[in-house]
């Protein structure tokens, strides 16, 4: 059973970077799809980005396209997202989540996943 561990989350200011990890504590993340989601208090928890079991394919939401990267090492059962010019409209709560079963219809909604990590923060600063 995959068992999901964020981390990387913290204080920027406009234009910084950060990098999110997801860990894998239960060595079987390679044969899941990943996605990123977030969650600003007060609002729903919003599609990032999502990657394919094998990398090959990746998706992002229109707000983060050209800033953020999904990506992931499977030898590490760890899955990243690098986030470059970060806005300040980025900050909220991460979390990853993992399935083997997404597709082109849920892989950007909560619904699509079952496993999910417990969060990590991201603050940016104006």
């Known amino acids: 059973q995959v068992q999901l561990v964020e981390s990387g989350g913290g204080l920027v200011q406009t234009g910084g970077s950060l990098r999110l990890s997801c860990a894998d504590s239960?060595?079987?993340?390679?044969?899941?799809?990943v996605g990123w989601f977030r969650q600003a208090p007060g609002m729903e928890r919003d599609f990032v980005a999502h990657?394919?079991?094998?990398?090959?394919?990746?998706n992002y939401a229109s707000s983060v396209k050209d800033r953020f990267t999904a990506s992931r090492d499977n030898a590490q059962n760890t899955v990243y997202l690098q986030m470059n010019n970060l806005k300040p409209e980025d900050t909220a709560v991460y979390y990853c989540?993992?399935?083997?079963?997404?597709?082109?219809?849920?892989?950007?909604?909560?619904?699509?996943?079952?496993?999910w990590g417990q969060g990590t923060q991201v603050t940016v600063s104006s």
């Open positions: 239960g060595r079987t993340l390679s044969s899941y799809n």
């Open positions: 989540a993992a399935s083997r079963l997404t597709t082109s219809t849920n892989f950007n909604a909560p619904s699509g996943y079952d496993v």
């Open positions: 990657i394919s079991w094998s990398g090959g394919s990746t």
